[in-house]
């Protein structure tokens, strides 16, 4: 069981936009920044956001996050094929002394 | 460019051991944070231990205390992952990441525990 909770899927048709979240606790997101991770099968996740809002350099603008509280989300607008994949949120975790991670949404594009 | 490249995997069998590396390139390697993260067949993605740039804190996910060691060179600008008295539940793909909630990734290396 993962430390942070995302729905395990989402979906949308082309066009359309689709938002994931990702819930924590007082200790990982209510105190520290989110990272967002797209990651295709069969290859190494890739940053899409950091420190709850920030896009990395490449980043289509279509790629947008926030955090309020405990909790937070990915928005994706336009969506295309190529965005079918999965997603990650990750939060350092204070009592942990570790990074932690959702178990992943897989985003299928319909 | 940032580029971490892992090698060392393979397959053992329950109870053996295997030691992972990284090799850092296009950053100052001394001042960073690192991780070791796996992935399981078909399951989302699982921290297994931190070191810091100067190598002082080190922590270690409960499932792996005891068994794994990190360290790292930093005249060298590598990481690496001692893993000891492997089970099959330590099977999966380990990337080394850049920072203490990971930015850039490895490729991963492929660990397979089987007899």
């Known amino acids: 069981q993962s430390v942070l909770t995302q729905p395990p899927s989402a979906s949308g048709t082309p066009g359309q936009s689709v938002t994931i979240s990702c819930s924590g606790t007082?200790?990982?997101?209510?105190?520290?920044?989110v990272n967002w991770y797209q990651q295709v099968p069969g290859t190494a996740p890739k940053l899409l956001i950091s420190i709850n809002n920030q896009r990395p350099s490449g980043v289509p603008d279509r790629f947008s996050g926030s955090k309020s509280g405990t909790s937070a989300s990915l928005a994706i607008s336009g969506l295309h094929s190529a965005d079918e994949a999965d997603y990650y949120c990750?939060?350092?975790?204070?009592?942990?002394?570790?990074?932690?991670f959702g178990g992943g949404t897989k985003l299928t594009v319909l | 460019e940032v580029q971490l490249v892992e090698s060392g995997g393979g397959l053992v069998q329950p109870g053996g051991s295997l030691r992972l590396s990284c090799a850092a390139s296009g950053f100052i390697f001394s001042s960073y944070e690192m991780n070791w993260v796996r992935q399981a067949p078909g399951k989302g993605l699982e921290w297994v231990s931190y070191?810091?740039?100067?190598?002082?804190?080190?922590y270690y996910a409960d499932s792996v205390k005891g068994r794994f060691t990190i360290s790292r060179d930093n005249a060298k600008n590598s990481l690496y992952l001692q893993m000891n008295s492997l089970r099959a539940e330590d099977t999966g793909v380990y990337y080394c990441?850049?920072?203490?909630?990971?930015?850039?990734w490895g490729q991963g290396a492929l660990v397979t525990v089987s007899s």
């Open positions: 070191i810091s740039g100067s190598d002082n804190t080190i």
């Open positions: 990750a939060a350092w975790d204070d009592s942990l002394n570790g990074p932690v």
């Open positions: 990441a850049k920072y203490g909630v990971p930015e850039q």
């Open positions: 007082s200790s990982s997101i209510g105190s520290n920044s």
